[in-house]
């Protein structure tokens, strides 16, 4: 796999895009602090632009399925770097709308750009090497997760906020040149148009979900850990403002971004002891426990501790669920699909976003942290039930191997 030119190119774009990506994501909550006052407000502008994406999933996937994943990926890239343009307006003006346009075009741009990286992904590399490769990503991105938040906190304090967003636009701008590199040996049946009517209906990929029980389950469950990364930017202003902290903002991105990393790599040693299911029931239960936690958010080592445990099992569940989703699902299929995940981690993200944002203003966070790890900790328990009447004997021995 490390001999593989793509995968080095694939790695290394992630990773400069991360920082960008970090970067605008905390001149945004910079923006709207100085900006925004009411935390739901907050969660409605970042809404927004989840809504735009979920609106563009069903053509991206479909395109995704039609074209080269390269074609897209390119044109996606140059999405966000026009996305950027509309922010430097915003921070001129002043304007809050500018901000929305932006936010609006950057998901866009990630509503096409994320489904063909996911598609690519196993054109790349063998299907031994898939939960490695996907591990390695999911790592990389957190890489550039914790550098891009601790950079942009100490670009702050030195420079503007338009400052910032320019380095935000140069990353974007390099990942559009690696991308440019890419090779990717497609099928010659997705480099056609898909004049087909068949070949390019999105609500295909509905029924094949529904007959693959190892798919649907794994999709339903993947939404109880964004109960948790759904709020995760509006729980971190607003512990910063519980102790008075900007730089407890960085340290919880580290703490957990650390743990994210660690878990991914501890997660093969994992696969080879517990089937990908039991990994994903245990962990997406502590995500819940350890959301119950933070109630003690008065006390730093409390809430650093608690974000950590939630990153190490996020870090063991997603890279389990994307090789899942790879190896299971038709590779003709895996653009609409990956769109339509998308879209459904968009809506989810939505409704615990405004929910979030209602809940802090409402009952405060201790209570809003009680009443989500509740909900987690519960829906993983019917889940789990779910998973135990409906899938057959035969079908949990398949789900124990990739």
């Known amino acids: 796999m490390w001999r593989n030119k793509n995968v080095w190119i694939i790695l290394c774009g992630e990773l400069i895009a991360g920082l960008g990506l970090w970067m605008g994501i905390i001149g945004n909550l910079e923006f709207m602090q100085e900006k925004v006052p009411s935390d739901f407000m907050k969660s409605v502008i970042l809404a927004i632009g989840l809504l735009a994406g979920i609106l563009a999933g069903p053509i991206a996937g479909r395109i995704t399925d039609q074209k080269r994943k390269k074609t897209v990926m390119i044109y996606a890239g140059l999405g966000r770097m026009v996305s950027v343009l509309f922010m430097f307006i915003s921070l001129q003006t002043g304007s809050i709308l500018w901000l929305v346009v932006f936010v609006i075009s950057i998901q866009v741009a990630a509503s096409f750009y994320f489904p063909a990286l996911q598609a690519a992904i196993p054109l790349i590399v063998d299907g031994k090497d898939l939960l490695r490769m996907n591990g390695v990503h999911m ?25 910032l967003y320019l380095t935000s636009f140069i990353a974007y701008f390099f990942l559009f040149l690696f991308t440019l590199f890419l090779k990717i040996d497609e099928p010659a049946k997705q480099k056609n148009t898909g004049t087909s009517k068949s070949k390019g209906s999105f609500k295909e990929v509905l029924p094949v979900i529904k007959g693959l029980p190892i798919v649907l389950m794994t999709l339903v469950l993947s939404l109880v850990p964004l109960l948790f990364l759904g709020g995760f930017n ?17 340290i919880i991105y580290a703490a957990e971004g650390i743990a994210f990393m660690i878990g991914a790599f501890a997660v093969k040693k994992m696969s080879d002891r517990w089937s990908p299911y039991s990994i994903m029931f245990f962990f ?13 958010v008065d006390s730093k080592i409390v809430t650093i501790a608690a974000f950590a445990v939630v990153g190490f099992s996020v870090g063991c569940f997603y890279p389990t669920a994307a090789t899942i989703f790879q190896t299971r699902m038709p590779k003709e299929f895996h653009g609409r699909f990956f769109s339509f995940r998308s879209m459904l981690d968009r809506v989810m993200f939505q409704v615990v976003l405004l929910g979030t944002g209602f809940l802090l203003d409402l009952v405060g966070m201790q209570m809003m942290v009680v009443i989500f790890g509740i909900i987690s900790a519960g829906l993983t328990a019917i889940f789990y039930l779910q998973f135990k009447r409906h899938i057959g004997h035969e079908d949990r021995k398949k789900a124990v191997s990739f």
Do not use: P, Y
């Open 284 to 296: 997406s239960l502590i995500v819940g426990f350890a959301q119950i936690s933070l109630f003690f």
């Open 139 to 163: 790592n990389v991105a957190t890489i550039a997760r914790i550098l891009g938040t601790s950079l942009a906190g100490i670009l702050l304090v030195a420079m503007s906020l338009f400052m």
């Open 234 to 250: 509006l729980l971190v202003i607003k512990i910063s403002e519980i102790h008075d902290d900007q730089l407890l903002k960085g």
